[in-house]
T-cell receptor, first 111, second 112 residues
């Protein structure tokens, strides 16, 4: 079975902090994704990566950056956390156009 | 701009009932459509993927259909069980971009 592991289930940070969310997959998938999920807005794509060191903006990239130095690891970075970035963050991985496999999510609160 | 809608937003049924969840999308130029389930506080689990050239896919008690021309998909759940209680999301894959666009989901409660 594919395993996508997110480093933290719950995280509390303060405004202005630099925040790192880590995601690791064990299936050698070429594609990895970061989403945020908010009530009433559903899942929205922040960034995705289709290969090592390759990245593409999703629908809501503002305030975020990403890093993919190794194929199995995809990091989401909040450069200067703000309260409107309080959300559930979900990482996923897949082969091209195949089902995406999700981690359990990180519930991030920015105080 | 592609929009994906799921109606109803919430559904409650007694155990054993067959049910249908609906998904509609505005742009028929999709590569595939995927159905997911999400349990409270968890990530998404892929249930079924239908390629744009297919009409339906089946897995156990689940059957998903796709009508691209009308922009609709349905997820049929046979003989529902309390363990089926979850939020069900559909998502369409845009062209060759590998980007999914999600609906906002249907929250299903199966009463014992």
């Amino acid at each position: 079975d594919v395993k996508v592991t997110q480093s933290s289930r719950y995280l509390v940070k303060r405004t202005g902090e630099k925040v790192f969310l880590e995601c690791v997959q064990d299936m050698d998938h070429e594609n990895m994704f970061w989403y945020r999920q908010d009530p009433g807005l559903g899942l929205r794509l922040i960034y995705f990566s289709y290969d090592v060191k390759m990245k593409e903006k999703g629908d809501i990239p503002e305030g975020y950056s990403v890093s993919r130095e190794k194929k199995e690891r995809f990091s989401l970075i909040l450069e200067s956390a703000s309260t409107n970035q309080t959300s559930m963050y979900l990482c996923a991985s897949s082969w091209w156009a195949q089902p995406q496999h999700f981690g359990d999510g990180t519930r991030l609160s920015i105080l | 701009k592609q929009e994906v809608t799921q109606i109803p937003a919430a559904l409650s049924v007694p155990e054993g009932e067959n049910l249908v969840l609906n998904c509609s999308f505005t742009d028929s130029a999709i590569y595939n459509l995927q159905w997911f389930r999400q349990d409270p506080g968890k990530g998404l689990t892929s249930l079924l993927l239908i390629q744009s050239s297919q009409r339906e896919q089946t897995s156990g008690r689940l059957n998903a259909s796709l009508d691209k021309s009308s922009g609709r998909s349905t997820l049929y759940i046979a003989a529902s069980q309390p363990g089926d209680s979850a939020t069900y999301l559909c998502a369409v894959l845009r062209g060759a971009t590998n980007k999914l666009i999600f609906g906002t989901g249907t929250l299903l409660a199966v009463q014992p």
